[in-house]
């Protein structure tokens, strides 16, 4: 099973709007509606931030959202502030019954 | 509250094995989706298996018949057996609990994760 591809980086200025990409295949990300987004800060645990494509687990700011077209998904963080520098991973249940994760994000705010 | 906490990670030789364990509390693991998730020193994550609630077991292609996830109702903790370790399992290994019982569940409660070095 291959990593889901995302880009390495993503950068934007406190107030703008990022976006980052999950590309997998027909056998994950195009096959369900099951794409959750994952933010990790340095030496921490990740934390869920995205589930079922759209979800927002309670806590989770509702600056963060997500979405899928056919393989692709995407997470978008609007109004960007300085704690959501981190790395972002997006996973994929796969027709397998496994996970796949993608290859990580770093995101920056300038 | 809900807790994680991983233990018995360390150094091992190329060849050998280590069993890591996830102690949890605030649930009952045998109720839940149970996976673990490991990362490599400035890599991202890799999922390694799942367990669900009723018992069926999932592995990731690079560990299967090397690694067993278990676990012990009565302690409430969450294993993983690894055999044959090589370099590349080198990892800082996370266990994680379902967000809900489903097979697609995502996991919203992670450990701080325990670190496994396999190196001679």
């Known amino acids: 099973q291959s990593a889901l591809t995302q880009p390495a980086s993503v950068s934007g200025s406190p107030g703008q709007s990022i976006t980052i990409s999950c590309t997998g295949t027909s056998s994950d990300v195009g096959a369900y509606n099951f794409v959750s987004w994952y933010q990790q800060h340095p030496g921490k645990a990740p934390q869920l931030m995205i589930y079922e494509v759209t979800n927002r687990p309670s806590g989770v700011p509702d600056r963060f959202s997500g979405s899928k077209s056919g393989n692709t998904a995407s997470l978008t963080i609007s109004g960007l502030q300085a704690e959501d520098e981190a790395d972002y991973y997006c996973?994929?249940?796969?027709?397998?019954?496994?996970?796949?994760f993608g290859t990580g994000t770093k995101v920056t705010v300038l | 509250e809900v807790q994680l906490v991983e233990s018995g990670g360390g150094l091992v030789q190329p060849g050998g094995s280590l069993r890591l364990s996830c102690a949890a509390s605030?649930?009952?693991?045998?109720?839940?989706?149970m996976s673990w998730v490991r990362q490599a020193p400035g890599k991202g994550l890799e999922w390694v298996s799942v367990i669900y609630s009723g018992g069926n077991i999932y592995y990731a292609d690079s560990v299967k018949g090397r690694f067993t996830t278990s676990r012990d109702n009565a302690k409430n903790t969450l294993y993983l057996q690894m055999n044959s370790l090589r370099g590349e399992d080198t990892a800082v290994y996370y266990c994680?609990?379902?967000?809900?019982?489903?097979?697609?569940?995502?996991?919203?409660?992670w450990g701080q994760g325990t670190l496994v070095t396999v190196s001679s």
């Open positions: 996973s994929s249940y796969t027709s397998s019954s496994t996970r796949v």
């Open positions: 605030g649930f009952i693991v045998s109720n839940n989706y």
């Open positions: 994680a609990r379902g967000l809900y019982s489903g097979s697609a569940t995502p996991f919203d409660y």
